[in-house]
């Protein structure tokens, strides 16, 4: 027996017999005894897996769940309930202690966090990115050792303390913004020491926490906002503003700049924009690819003035939020799940632009270079752009060199509208949105993209001479 339904309530609210559980819970019952916990949770025996109303009220519960544990259990090493957690260990990976101080020992040079952690069956799971994250301590059950996790340090049974590499996971190099976030959200006392609790960093660890579970997998793609929802609620602070299906709207420009990663999933990207509605296309959690939310990670002070401008730029092209119409599923909670139908009006820097199969030379133009990111086909590639002015008109972007088989209107005027989104004196880059007429619906848009063009030949200061039309469009 591995989970509890509406059959099977009255029997457990009698008994629950042991020895009928899937190994993973019997296993997870005989630590909690053996830690001398009294208290012991588990989802699929504490949520009536078949009932959506409980499953709905019980789901917005697991930041506190999770949050105020003492301690999580993470079967690590296991890629079902069926498998246990207490299984037989692999050979040991490190020697008894030795010298006259027993304090040096020998093992093998490897990154065992990378490979039996960040690598292991749990971390695919896209439910189980929050839990990791908000849990203030973790003993991680792997398929050679224990390893332990928390706020401040982690380590392993093979040394004292595992020291974390550069590339470690984004849950654990945030952890401690977000413990300091679950502290205050129940008024308890800090319990770690953080040195930057502003905004900008309060943003790069949403960003990271967002890159982390993006890359999991989820066996429902209803899922995708509700499986990050109680992280979520704890970010929903005054400095990070109103929460709009997954951004946050008090930088409303960096939040839309976000990126679908490269991968092989290309026909499955394309897949999930035509199937059952998740989120707005402006949102991260409207794709099923893995998201690049590195623009959040970007500080206002990388905001400077355009070098033929006497006015800092954020004045100039900033692209402000007007209004935001979010539909809830679940009435007064903002977290789950929108309908669609959800929209927000941005005011912002625009010009019309046309995509285009052909090449630049072709054309005889003089390109401006970038790199164009679409999310239907998980497009990333450098490709050329020309701005052509126009002396009585609004300026055109054309975009060279894109593929056509999942936009039949590249081409096409009038179909496509750029918006200018953030600039960075960190790398000289300007983001702008790529946005494609919603047919049927007066000045609406939906995203496909983003452009991300680099001061290259007379690229920054070319494109800020070009005339920028002010205009409020609806993105859908």
């Known amino acids: 027996m591995s989970k509890l339904t509406r059959e099977n309530l009255p029997h457990f609210k009698k008994a629950i ?3 009928t559980l899937a190994p993973n819970f019997q296993d997870a019952i005989l630590i ?20 959506t109303v409980d499953w709905a009220k019980e789901s917005q519960k697991m930041v506190s769940v999770f949050g105020n544990a003492t301690l999580m259990i993470s079967a690590m090493a296991s890629p079902n309930s069926n498998t246990g957690i207490l299984v037989q260990r692999s050979a040991a990976s490190q020697s008894p202690r030795l010298g006259s101080n027993k304090d040096k020992y020998i093992r093998v040079e490897m990154e065992p966090w990378v490979s039996d952690i960040d690598n292991g069956p749990l971390s695919k799971r896209g439910w189980a990115a929050q839990e990791r994250i908000l849990a203030p301590r973790i003993l991680h059950y792997t398929s050679a050792q224990m390893m332990w996790e928390c706020s401040t340090m982690k380590c392993a049974e093979e040394s004292e303390r595992y020291t974390a590499p550069v590339n470690d996971s984004v849950a654990f190099s945030k952890k401690k913004e977000v413990q300091v976030l679950v502290d205050t959200f129940f008024g308890a006392p800090i319990s770690v020491e953080l040195e930057d609790t502003s905004h900008e960093s309060h943003m790069r660890a949403w960003g990271l926490c967002v890159s982390e579970y993006t890359r999991r997998d989820l066996t429902f793609r209803s899922d995708k906002l509700p499986a990050i929802a109680g992280l979520a609620s704890i970010f929903g602070t005054k400095s990070m503003g109103n929460y709009l299906a997954g951004i946050w709207d008090l930088d409303i420009g960096r939040s839309l700049a976000w990126s679908a990663s490269p991968n092989n999933r290309s026909e499955q990207i394309f897949d999930s924009r035509n199937s059952e509605y998740r989120a707005p296309s402006w949102s991260w959690a409207s794709n099923m690819a893995p998201v690049d939310v590195s623009s959040v990670t970007v500080s206002h002070t990388d905001l400077i003035h355009w070098p033929s401008a006497h006015k800092a730029w954020s004045r100039r092209h900033s692209p402000k939020l007007i209004e935001s119409h979010i539909l809830e599923k679940v009435p007064k909670n903002p977290y789950m799940e929108v309908l669609e139908g959800s929209y927000i009006v941005i005011e912002g820097s625009c010009c019309d632009a046309v995509f285009d199969e052909r090449t630049a030379s072709n054309m005889g ?4 270079y970038a790199t164009v990111d679409l999310d239907r086909d998980g497009f990333h590639e450098k490709a050329p752009l020309f701005l052509r002015m126009r002396k009585f ?9 894109v593929r056509k088989p999942y936009y039949p209107s590249l081409g096409k005027q009038g179909r496509y509208v750029c918006l200018q989104l953030m600039f960075s004196s960190k790398n000289h880059t300007l983001k702008m949105l790529a946005l494609e007429a919603v047919g049927g619906l007066e000045n609406a848009y939906r995203r496909v993209g983003v452009i991300e063009c680099k001061e290259y030949r007379f690229g920054i200061k070319a494109l800020n001479d070009y005339r920028w039309e002010t205009r409020q469009l609806r993105l859908v």
């Open 17 to 19: 017999v042991v020895g």
């Open 32 to 51: 909690t005894h053996r830690l001398r916990f009294s208290f012991l949770w588990i989802d699929a025996l504490c949520i009536i897996q078949d009932c």
């Open 365 to 368: 133009f003089k390109p401006i």
């Open 393 to 401: 008109a609004s300026s055109r972007l054309w975009v060279f060199n």
